[in-house]
C-alpha cells in the first residue's frame, strides 16, 4: 500500500499520532527533557510527516476528529482529582474564581487587540479569542461567537504547547511556594496541557489546574452570547 493509500484508509493519522506520543513518552521518562516532552516532540513530528506527505489539516481531521471528541470525556475525568482537594478548594475558591475572571478577560481582550494590530481579518480575530481555553469549551465559544472551531483548535493547541513551556520557566523565575498559585498558572495559561505538566509537579498542583481550566471553559460558554454581543457591536 503506497503512502497516499495508507492516509487515506483512516487509520494512517489516529495509529501515527498514539503511537508518536507513546514512543515519545517512554523516551522522555529515560531522558527527562522540555524537547522531548510528547506534548512537544509528538506535534512537530506529526507537522514533519505532513510536510512530507503533502496532507493537510483537513485530512488529519478527517480521519483523527474522534481524538478530539475524546477530549471532552477527558475533561470530565478531572473532576476526579477536584473532588479529592474539595476542603483546599472550598477554601480558596473566591481567589480562584477571581483568577479565573481576570485572566480569561486578558486572553481574550490581548487576543483581540493583537489581531487588530496585525490586521487580521475578523473570522481570525474571533477564531483566536477562545485560544485560552480547553478544546471541547474553545469550539463551542468560537462557533458562538461568529469564529472557526477548527481554526480556534488549532490555536488551542498551540496556546497549550507554548503555555506549558513558559509556565515551566516562570515556575524558575517567580518565587511561588504555593500549590495553589503553580497550579492556577498552568491552569489558566496552557489548559490542558497545563493540567498534564502541573500533574507532573504534584498532585495538588494538578488539581488546582484542572479546577481552572474548568472553570475557564464553563465562565467562557456561559458569556458567549454577550461576548459575541460586544464583538459584532463594536
Given at each position: 500500500?503506497?503512502?497516499?493509500?495508507?492516509?487515506?484508509?483512516?487509520?494512517?493519522?489516529?495509529?501515527?499520532?498514539?503511537?508518536?506520543?507513546?514512543?515519545?513518552?517512554?523516551?522522555?521518562?529515560?531522558?527527562?527533557?522540555?524537547?522531548?516532552?510528547?506534548?512537544?516532540?509528538?506535534?512537530?513530528?506529526?507537522?514533519?510527516?505532513?510536510?512530507?506527505?503533502?496532507?493537510n489539516y483537513q485530512d488529519y481531521m478527517r480521519d483523527s476528529r474522534w481524538l478530539l471528541t475524546l477530549l471532552g470525556p477527558?475533561?470530565?475525568?478531572?473532576?476526579?482529582?477536584?473532588?479529592?482537594?474539595?476542603?483546599?478548594?472550598?477554601?480558596?475558591?473566591?481567589?480562584?474564581?477571581?483568577?479565573?475572571?481576570?485572566?480569561?478577560?486578558?486572553?481574550?481582550?490581548?487576543?483581540?487587540?493583537?489581531?487588530?494590530?496585525?490586521?487580521?481579518?475578523?473570522s481570525l480575530r474571533l477564531s483566536l479569542m477562545p485560544r485560552s481555553i480547553s478544546t471541547p469549551f474553545a469550539m463551542v465559544?468560537?462557533?458562538?461567537?461568529?469564529?472557526?472551531?477548527?481554526?480556534?483548535?488549532?490555536?488551542?493547541?498551540?496556546?497549550?504547547?507554548?503555555?506549558?513551556?513558559?509556565?515551566?520557566?516562570?515556575?524558575?523565575?517567580?518565587?511561588?511556594?504555593?500549590?495553589?498559585?503553580?497550579?492556577?498558572?498552568?491552569?489558566?495559561?496552557?489548559?490542558?496541557?497545563?493540567?498534564?505538566?502541573?500533574?507532573?509537579?504534584?498532585?495538588?498542583?494538578?488539581?488546582?489546574?484542572?479546577?481552572?481550566?474548568?472553570?475557564?471553559?464553563?465562565?467562557?460558554?456561559?458569556?458567549?452570547?454577550?461576548?459575541?454581543?460586544?464583538?459584532?457591536?463594536?
Amino acid at each position: 500500500m503506497s503512502a497516499i493509500e495508507s492516509v487515506s484508509s483512516g487509520l494512517f493519522w489516529p495509529l501515527v499520532t498514539i503511537g508518536l506520543y507513546y514512543a515519545f513518552k517512554a523516551l522522555h521518562r529515560r531522558r527527562p527533557s522540555l524537547w522531548l516532552s510528547p506534548l512537544m516532540a509528538a506535534p512537530a513530528v506529526l507537522i514533519g510527516i505532513a510536510l512530507i506527505l503533502h496532507a493537510n489539516y483537513q485530512d488529519y481531521m478527517r480521519d483523527s476528529r474522534w481524538l478530539l471528541t475524546l477530549l471532552g470525556p477527558t475533561t470530565v475525568a478531572f473532576a476526579v482529582p477536584i473532588y479529592e482537594q474539595r476542603d483546599l478548594i472550598r477554601r480558596y475558591w473566591p481567589v480562584l474564581l477571581f483568577g479565573v475572571i481576570v485572566g480569561s478577560s486578558t486572553a481574550m481582550i490581548s487576543a483581540w487587540g493583537l489581531a487588530n494590530l496585525f490586521g487580521l481579518d475578523e473570522s481570525l480575530r474571533l477564531s483566536l479569542m477562545p485560544r485560552s481555553i480547553s478544546t471541547p469549551f474553545a469550539m463551542v465559544v468560537s462557533g458562538d461567537i461568529g469564529g472557526v472551531p477548527n481554526l480556534t483548535a488549532v490555536f488551542v493547541v498551540i496556546t497549550g504547547l507554548f503555555g506549558a513551556v513558559i509556565g515551566q520557566i516562570l515556575l524558575r523565575l517567580l518565587p511561588l511556594r504555593s500549590g495553589i498559585a503553580r497550579g492556577a498558572l498552568f491552569g489558566m495559561g496552557a489548559h490542558g496541557f497545563g493540567v498534564a505538566k502541573a500533574h507532573e509537579i504534584g498532585r495538588e498542583e494538578g488539581s488546582i489546574a484542572g479546577l481552572v481550566m474548568v472553570m475557564v471553559g464553563l465562565t467562557n460558554v456561559l458569556a458567549a452570547p454577550l461576548i459575541a454581543w460586544l464583538m459584532h457591536s463594536a
